[in-house]
Structure formats: C-alpha cells, structure tokens
Nanobody, 120 residues
Framework: QVQLVESGGGLVQPGGSLRLSCVVS????????MGWYRHAPGKEREKVAG???????DYADSVKGRFTISRNNAKNTVYLQMNNLKPEDTAVYYC??????????????WGQGTLVTVSS
C-alpha cells in the first residue's frame, strides 16, 4: 500500500522552529510534485509550499522568507523547515505528493496530517 507518513509536528513558542518530514512508503516508481498544505480552524485549506521533481519551489506569501521546502529524491521524502513561527501558523499540516507506481498508475496522495501549535 502506497502512503505518505508525516512527522515533526508539535507545540512551539512564537519565534521558534519546527521541521516537518513526509516520506512516501510502498512500491512506487517515482515521485513527481510534492507539497505541504495546512488547515486552520475556521479557515480554508491553504497551500503552504510546493516543490517539483526538479526542485523548483513556490510558497504562500504568508510564509515566504520563514519556511523552506526541500526534498530528498533518493529517500522519497519532503521536508518543511519552519522558522520564526507565529501563532497564525497554528494548523494541521498535510503532506501531498503525486506518485508513479511500478504498474503505471499515477495518482495523488495525502498524509494523515500533523498538528503544529504555536503558542506561548
């Protein structure tokens, strides 16, 4: 079974840092675009950052200069380094990836979500 497994969420004080990780597990051929989304209570889901297979990146304006997305293709893993965290960054963060399987399927995967809470 192909799935995304996230880790790294938690409670952090304003101004602090966290690093989220997400690994694609299962029998796959390759991973295309990957990204991170977040969903805060009472708000729409928001794309935080994305990274292509060639490592081109894009960011939401609200996190530019504070968050960095990266990937390790050999490990089928994507990371989100979050610095200078603010209370408004509090949300459940979801990993997203488009994967090719060995049997020629191409589909989108979502992680289970990891809670990030920024509070003093």
């Amino acid at each position: 079974q192909v799935q995304l497994v996230e880790s790294g969420g938690g409670l952090v004080q304003p101004g602090g840092s966290l690093r989220l990780s997400c690994v694609v597990s299962g029998s796959i051929f390759s991973v295309n675009a990957m990204g991170w989304y977040r969903h805060a209570p009472g708000k729409e889901r928001e794309k935080v950052a994305g990274i292509t297979s060639g490592s081109s990146t894009d960011y939401a304006d609200s996190v530019k200069g504070r968050f960095t997305i990266s990937r390790n293709n050999a490990k089928n893993t994507v990371y989100l380094q979050m610095n200078n965290l603010k209370p408004e960054d509090t949300a459940v963060y979801y990993c997203n990836a488009w994967v090719f399987t060995a049997d020629y399927r191409y589909f989108e995967l979502w992680g289970q979500g990891t809670l990030v809470t920024v509070s003093s």
